[in-house]
DNA sequence: GGGTAAGCGAGACGGTACGTCAAGTCTTCTG
DNA sequence: CAGAAGACTTGACGTACCGTCTCGCTTACCC
């Protein structure tokens, strides 16, 4: 950190130093994109030493994945107003905004396109964010069930695929947009085959 | 390669240099991975000047993306055979096929991921490849519009979103497998939804 | 050698391309120095092809040897006016011109450099130009000895180094001037101790 | 410079690694010439990285110019035996030999042959060295002076010149050899010329 | 006067070295 | 003892020329 404020420090690690490295990281890829992000170009901008990056994170991929944090989790939480349309439409309209406009899609789509030629990103990608986010994104749907609203014997991961995966795929495939109408859409030709 | 056979050319470049340059940087993509391939890992693999390269391909995507070239073509044309239930679920089973466990396929996943960080590879990818493959892929669907099995007004492009969407979803963000009933499903949701 | 006018032949050399060569060394020596002369510059600027100079020069600085050509006996053939120190004042104030003004002058500063760390070039410049040099530096003293103004046993090639040895050390290694009176003073040192 | 012995080290260079980097200048340019001396092969042949060299290190001439170092010094101070005769003799030759078979002497060559197209190095090696011997050639002149031996209002700087110029021109133009011979006949001559 | 061979501009080729950049490791000093 | 500082090795980057080569054109000589 700044000069005045450096501590070393016997009692384990600077928080300070964690959230300067943070920002930074963040900071650079949205001012120069991810090969702009560089461990040289994050230590001089958070004015850390490299050496306190490489204590703590293994790779540039991983201050990324951190800086990422619980954003996904604070954007992408469906609402719950008791119709399974409104909360489809909702939810899916907010994916999408999350992914085509806010800074943390731009490095989810980032780290998504670094986890295709790094396995190791790509599992831990999964396990830390996807996970849980496709466990907040099948809410509505397990709900609706309970409500009796979806048959119970709906195969909901399949079906969040043939929900989310278009949208997906524009964002990270075509490059198209994608307006309320598109996921609008798909929520239509969701409910007309399962809502009973 | 060797010394023996290169010869100077007043009329335009060396064909040997050209295929061993791809071949090069091909199996490299396939032993070590995108970050395993370099400009200098190709010249030397491929016995040519590093100049060579540079003379003709502006940056190592490009190589990658002249050895993508017609394979996606050559692998993902769909069937017609009068029939749209069959064509589609062939198409997508191919389409699955082809994106998991093809090498191009492997060049294409790495190529999309580098495209997330890099606007103008995003660009050249689109229009030199995923157009004319969204145009095949539409193929089906307006021969069916022509015999009259889909109505005329069907807003083709959308529902190739929502057919092959899920695909792609799957390979590139969730890594979960593409099996055959999950590409069927996908087939019996849009015809459903459509067919007369 | 533009494009017009260059001419295939069966026997013998284009003059044109020959003097485009030289002209073009000596213009890149002149505007770039020693390592701004490459075989690529020349070609470029002289409109030729590269192996056009390789086919008649073995390297640039044969090309730079070549285009010394006769300028030193022009610029440096001693006066004879029957009078041994007008003879050798002017001739010596001549050499300090040549080598510190004169575009051959240049030239033959950066040979002589070069020919420091290439034995080869050094033996080249040595017997081309240096050993007919010193012959004519020489005829001012056999025409005196000759006219019983110098003795018959006077050791002239060390005699002679005497004489230019300070001009060209301040021109190669000192970088200091060297004005008339200081070449003046070197004939008055040489006719004190030998004229008889 | 091997693998146990560097350090890190936050207050300044490796002297370790100087070391390296200047014998192998040195042997480089004793082995293979100027042209044979490359910052690779510096690099390669001290078992240090390309990148330390450029850190401390303009340029290849400032290797050499360093690895030159204070070899002049050590080699080219005059004596002081009480006789100008005696001196003078003694540091002609000893400069004869320096020039000629030392390997600073080579160095040397090599330097002042490429400050003839570097004018940059020209003034540094002027300022860094040149200078200071042309302070040390002047010693037994000024001391003679003191002694009465030499005329108070002789212009020592024109003298010197007289004195070393012949011995640097054979060695630099001519490449003839520097006998003692032709050094005592040097010294004769500004003897009979200016001694009382 | 038609064939042929040399000289030419052009420029692709395999190479070497350049000088720069970032990666990741190591060591010392400071607080 | 964590962190700042920064020197170190490693290796890829993209550039500039090297010297060699093949090509197709343009003559000028020679049969």
Known sequence: MRST??????????EEARQAVLEAADDL???KGFAGVTIEGIAARAGVAKQT???WWPSKVDVLLEAFGEDMADA???PDTGDLATDLRTHLANLAEFLTTSDPGAVFRALTGQAQHDPALATRLRDDH??????RDLLPLHRAITRG????DLDTDTALDHLVGPVYYRVLVTG???PRPFTDDLVAAFLD????
């Open 5 to 14: 404020t450096h501590r070393g420090n016997r009692h384990g690690r600077s």
């Open 29 to 31: 890829l949205a001012e």
């Open 53 to 55: 990056i490489y204590r």
């Open 76 to 78: 992408l939480t469906p």
């Open 130 to 135: 996807l996970t849980h986010q496709r466990e």
């Open 149 to 152: 609203d979806l048959p119970p």
């Open 176 to 178: 198209a947009p994608v």
């Open 193 to 196: 085959r399962h809502r009973r």
